[in-house]
Nanobody
Framework: RVQLMESGGGSVQAGGSLRLACTVS??????????VAWFRQAPGNAREGIAR????????FYANSVLGRFTIDRDNAKNTVYLQMDSLKPEDTAMYYC??????????????WGQGTQVTVSS
């Protein structure tokens, strides 16, 4: 069974940085067909996909809202996917989640969501 656990959230001022971590179990990072994505959901908004990575090759994709500010990466030895968030804005305030997804899409491939980690950016 695939499980994912997010960590690293917190409160920062605008312009600051945070690094989130997604620890994954039950999913092989050396399988070419596996991808992991970061999502976020602000109160009253739908959950949106913001970054995803194909874990074997490191191929990355970003939503326009975070392109140039956020960086997704992975450590295959630790089965962990990271999200480095720089130049944070108040509109980045949300609960952040990671999930296994169908590569090339934002579709949750295992129908599993972790507890998420809260990111709050103050102006």
């Amino acid at each position: 069974r695939v499980q994912l656990m997010e960590s690293g959230g917190g409160s920062v001022q605008a312009g600051g940085s945070l690094r989130l971590a997604c620890t994954v179990s039950g999913l092989s990072f050396t399988d070419a067909g596996n991808c992991v994505a970061w999502f976020r959901q602000a109160p009253g908004n739908a959950r949106e996909g913001i970054a995803r990575i194909r874990t074997l090759y490191g191929t990355k994709f970003y939503a326009n809202s975070v392109l140039g500010r956020f960086t997704i990466d992975r450590d295959n030895a630790k089965n962990t996917v990271y999200l480095q968030m720089d130049s944070l804005k108040p509109e980045d305030t949300a609960m952040y989640y990671c999930a296994a997804v169908n590569c090339g899409t934002w579709e949750n491939s295992r129908n599993y969501w972790g507890q998420g980690t809260q990111v709050t950016v103050s102006s």
